[in-house]
């Protein structure tokens, strides 16, 4: 009795029997294939075979003898295609008898091949001698026959075991599959069945496969995909051992692998949805192509074959599909990790928008990628470049006045940044007004509602155009029609890391039983599944906190009062930027750097650091600190130093470009090249980075929420040689770090919509306190919309605010003004995404954004002040804890809506005696307990600074030898001076031996006190 077939060539089969309605087992030359009704030799006779009709998915089998291994080309179907297509051409080129002149052809063919790529050939055909032949045709435009006919007659086959070595060896493949007898890829199959997994596939093409063969050459086959029954895997350049295969895989659990499939295996969408005839043509059209980048230094040019991402192509399929069905008008929200790609998710989306037709016209006139990245700009361009049948154009608007320019000259794909966008609508002329918009959204934030959406409304919408005769009731409608978003327009906002604002405004909203709506994204490719599938590192795999440890003492004889709260910060901020701390820091990341990435290889010997610093000022030390350091070190390797502006430090102005050495637009190019290794950043290169070379970061800064996970996230970049990342934390505690990533580990989720009633509630509250009067808040407005002069507006705001000063006490103040903070802040937010409106919420919101910016704070007394002056650094230690991998909670976040809360009272200060507060700061973070204080001091001040210096070794050094190598044989002679304490000085010993800031601490001050240069004669 026959039992199921388990092996590879069962699973061959499967396949080629999903793809054409056979097995296609292999057969000799001139044998008949009986393939879904393509019955005829195929070495033989092919040249008048119908294209269809083809069984499965619209394949045919191929013959492995069919296929000549010296052009990389599958004879009979590409004869058989040209005798369908282009019969005048097949005799004029001996195609049907092995001949010169066929030669000839074949050679062309391959020269053109290995110049241009697969893709390209395909997509343009070839010129020989007189001729053009075309040998591809694409997806036929709806109503043209003829296109239709010829697209039917392109032959999709399906090779098993392809022979396709030149030598004697006749190495063959599991499987090729070919468009009219050009190889488009190649398949590796496995089974764990047979105890073998899509590893041993992706190993074979590592170590089997020799890219010198003609068909895995780079650009030959478009990609080479490596499967087994539960995974696939693929690579679109193969080089040997140092292939990169990306996983090809549809998620599970918001992870890696694929779901169970109770229809087939879990891989089987691969040839039943993706290569497809339609689905394959799809890719090649709109998705694949060969990028090429030059050098900047070398001028050498560099191609990169791209074929998508499984996340990537499901989402702009999916994204399409929705606007196809539901037209214009919706809001959609993409939450893709960072280094997922999503530049080129926007930029096959944004060139596929603008042929999307809808009711026989196109959906959108135009569409605009809103930005901060000019590489998008570039790879905008570089996509619609490689697709003849799209006739846009891309256009830049950097300056006011560009986009309505762009919209006139027929400019399809318009890019502009955030910053620049709502001034840059305000010049559209109002002929657009009403046309149709795409609006595509990098990294959306909550920037895209308020302001900005209002901004969007007026220029593009038509409730933004002026008629005459307005009342102030048409003004107030009109600025409240402006806060909408556009009813012409759809948005599809892309990001990693959404803000609960965000959700609310671009996500599905989802009706739960208890009358509450939850917000999702419309699509998620979650952080934890680029991580599982090494699209990108796990940031946190390899996290390390630093403990700081000070002591600070008084250096006044009296013992004034201070504000502990303010002094403990004031306190912290000054210990943590004495130079002495910096310098010791900068020590511990060049020493770290130099030890424990640089001598480890990591990515291959090319490891890049970032140091993150909170303030401009603590750059420029650190930046210094690790420059003085690397020279006394003798090191090759240098710092770049990142900031905006000019600063004064030491007494000059400076810069980027005169620390640096060079203009601020070539940092992200030189910190690739030799000898720059750290990047000190200030509030620069922390969002949008993509540099795949950082390794290891060194954080002294306070971060939190977003900016944490975005500021770790520069470090996640895969590169085929980096295989961890490392996070040296000075500021930060694991915890908060945790809590940071846990929101954006998988998909999130806005947990309540924002209750549009608490607005109610703040306006009560707010009129409560008869700062203003009804008429006052009308006559604002109505003055202000209709472009009254600023004299009209001062008188109004003058009166509230003497009402604030005079009859509100400092609580009632802020109060009042936290109050009309948030109602501003909550009715920008909401007036863009509700239904309804509320003309009197929108003249008090006039009102309070101009009020606000008068009223003034309650006047605090700093009762701090003075405290630095009274204290002195006596001690600074940092001691390093053990590395530890952040575990995230494996399940979906929610966040809370936006807060609709504000107000509250001047808090009071909790004053204390400067000795309370230095002790309670050197208790809280840490001293050494010791059992004979006076011994100790004496043993490290006296007896070991001895024994050290009448070390031969160091003393040698020290009289012949630099500084640098001066330190090294003191390092030495201390380590052999405490080995001999281990007996009478237990603990100092322990200390010395296990605690590594401790040990660091006592290196400095013993080298300090024993070391002098040498005198010159």
């Known amino acids: 009795m026959p039992t199921t077939d388990t092996s590879e060539a069962g699973l061959e089969r499967l396949i080629c029997t999903a793809l054409t309605g056979a097995p296609c087992e292999p057969s000799e030359p001139g044998e008949v294939l009986e393939a879904a009704g393509v019955g005829a030799p195929m070495s033989a006779d092919l040249r008048g075979a119908p294209a269809a009709p083809y069984g499965g998915s619209g394949w045919i089998c191929g013959n492995p003898a069919d296929y000549d291994r010296e052009f990389c080309v599958d004879l009979a179907q590409l004869r058989a295609f040209l005798h369908v297509t282009q019969p005048d051409v097949v005799g004029s080129l001996s195609l049907d ?16 091949i290995t110049r241009r790529g697969t893709i390209e050939v395909l997509r343009h055909g070839i010129k020989h001698g007189p001729h053009h032949l075309d040998l591809f045709y694409g997806t036929p435009s709806p109503g043209n026959q003829k296109a239709r006919e010829r697209y039917g007659a392109n032959r999709f086959s399906v090779t098993r075991q392809l022979r396709y070595s030149r030598d004697e060896t006749q190495l063959a493949l599991d499987v090729g599959l070919m468009i ?31 890219p010198r063969e003609s068909l895995f050459r780079f650009a030959r086959a478009v990609a080479h995909f490596a499967v087994d029954e539960h995974e696939v895997r693929y690579c679109t350049h193969l080089k040997g051992k140092a292939s990169w295969f990306l996983p090809f895989n549809r998620g599970w659990n918001d992870g890696a692998g694929n779901p169970p499939n109770e229809l087939g295996l879990k891989t089987d969408y691969l ?3 993706i290569l497809t005839r339609d689905g394959l043509t799809e890719i090649l059209e709109r998705y694949a192509q060969v990028i090429e980048t030059r050098d900047k230094k070398t001028r050498k040019k560099r191609a990169v074959q791209i074929w998508p991402r499984y996340h990537q192509l499901d989402v702009v399929r999916q994204l399409l599909a929705n606007v196809e069905q539901r037209g214009v008008g919706h809001r959609y929200l993409v939450q893709h990790s960072a280094g997922s790609g999503k530049s080129n998710s926007i930029a096959w989306l944004s060139h596929q928008l603008i042929g999307l037709r809808r009711d026989e016209r196109e959906i959108f006139d135009s569409v605009i990628v809103v930005t901060d990245r000019r590489i998008l700009d570039r790879q905008i361009r570089d996509t619609i470049k490689q697709y003849a049948q799209v ?142 599938e090494g699209f990108i590192l796990d940031v946190l795999r390899h996290y390390t906190p630093v403990n700081s440890y000070y002591k600070l003492v008084k250096k006044v004889e009296s013992d004034p009062e201070f504000d502990t709260k303010r002094a403990k910060k004031k306190l912290r901020r000054y210990v943590e930027s004495h130079d002495h701390a910096i310098r010791l820091k900068a020590e511990i990341m060049v020493d770290h750097f130099h030890e424990q990435v640089l001598a480890l290889n990591k990515i291959g010997g090319e490891a890049r650091a970032m140091v993150v610093t909170g303030s401009v000022q603590r750059a420029i030390q650190y930046y210094h600190a690790i420059e003085d350091y690397l020279g006394e070190r003798k090191s090759p390797y240098r710092a770049i130093v990142a900031f905006s502006g000019e600063r004064e430090y030491g007494g000059a102005k400076v810069t980027e470009a005169s620390l640096n050495g060079f203009p601020s637009s070539k940092i992200a190019d030189e910190i690739q090249e030799h000898p720059y290794r750290f990047l000190v950043c200030a509030d620069k290169f922390q969002t949008g980075y993509d540099e795949p070379l950082l390794h290891t970061m060194y954080v002294d800064k306070v971060l939190s929420g977003i900016k944490a996970v975005q500021t770790l996230s520069r470090l996640n970049r895969a590169h085929p040689k980096k295989h961890d990342v490392f996070v040296l934390d000075f500021m930060n505690d694991a915890d908060t770090i945790e809590k940071a990533f846990a929101d954006y580990y998988r998909t999130t ?68 003004k936290g109050k ?9 937010f909401l007036a863009s995404i509700l239904p309804y409106t509320n003309a009197d919420w929108e003249r008090l919101s006039i009102l309070l954004n101009f009020l606000i910016l008068r009223l003034p704070a309650p006047v605090e007394e700093d009762l701090s002040k003075g405290i630095l002056e009274a204290i002195d650094m006596d001690s600074y230690r940092v001691e390093k804890q053990a590395a530890m991998k952040i575990q995230l909670p ?9 807060p609709t809360t504000g107000g509250g009272h001047k808090p009071e200060p909790e004053l204390d005696r400067l000795s309370n507060i230095l002790k309670t700061f050197n208790d809280q973070f ?30 040698n050094a020290k009289q012949n030898s630099d500084k640098q190598n001066a330190r090294i044989e003191h390092e030495k002679a201390l380590v052999r001076v405490i080995t001999g304490l281990v007996n009478d000085e237990t603990q100092l010993f322990k200390l010395f031996s296990d605690n590594e800031g401790f040990r660091r601490w006592l290196t400095d001050t013993v080298f300090a006190l024993t070391y002098s240069a040498p005198s010159e004669a």
């Not at 494996?890 to 809506?897: F, R, Y």
């Not at 006076?934 to 043993?939: G, K, M, P, S, T």
Request: hydrophobic share 35%.
């Open 749 to 816: 989720i806005l947990s309540e919509e924002t209750d549009p009633d608490k607005l109610h509630d703040l306006k009560a509250d707010l009129d409560g306190y008869q700062i203003y009067t009804p008429e006052q808040v009308a006559t604002l407005a109505d003055r202000y919309l209709s472009g009254g002069d600023r004299d009209t507006l001062d008188p109004i705001l003058d009166a509230c605010v003497a009402i604030y000063q005079q009859q509100l006490d400092e609580d009632g103040q802020v109060d009042f």
């Open 820 to 828: 009309a903070k948030a109602f501003t802040r909550t009715y920008g």
């Open 271 to 273: 040839w039943r949805s």
């Open 391 to 532: 006739g846009a154009t891309v256009g830049h608007a950097e300056h006011s006045g560009d986009l309505r320019k762009l919209i006139e000259s027929g400019k399809k794909i318009i890019i502009s940044t955030v910053q620049k966008f709502p001034y840059i609508l305000g010049e559209i002329g109002g002929e657009h007004r009403g046309r149709r918009f795409g609006i595509v959204i990098d990294e959306a934030h909550s920037s895209q509602g308020g302001r900005t959406s209002a901004a969007m409304s007026k220029a593009l919408s038509t409730a933004g155009a002026e008629v005459e005769d307005e009342s102030p009731e048409d003004r107030i409608n009109r600025a409240m029609e402006a806060h909408k978003m556009l009813p012409n327009a759809s948005y599809f906002a892309f990001t990693a890391t959404p803000k609960n604002k965000t959700l609310e405004i671009f996500g599905e909203g989802e009706p739960r039983a208890d009358g509450t709506v939850k917000h999702r994204p419309f699509h998620s490719y979650t952080m934890k599944q680029a991580i599982e």
């Open 890 to 898: 494996d399940a979906d976040a929610e966040i809370e809506p936006v």
């Open 926 to 955: 840490g001293n050494v307990s010791w059992a004979d204080t006076d011994r100790v001091h004496r043993l490290i001040t006296e007896e070991i600074p001895e024994r050290v210096s009448a070390d031969p070794a160091y003393q």
């Open 180 to 210: 009219n007898g050009l190889p488009v890829a190649t398949f590796e199959l496995k089974n764990s069945l047979t105890k073998q997994t899509v590893a041993d596939a992706v190993q074979q093409y590592k170590r089997d496969r020799d």
């Open 97 to 112: 008898i092995d001949s010169p002149t066929r030669q000839k052809f074949l050679a062309r063919l391959q020269g053109e």
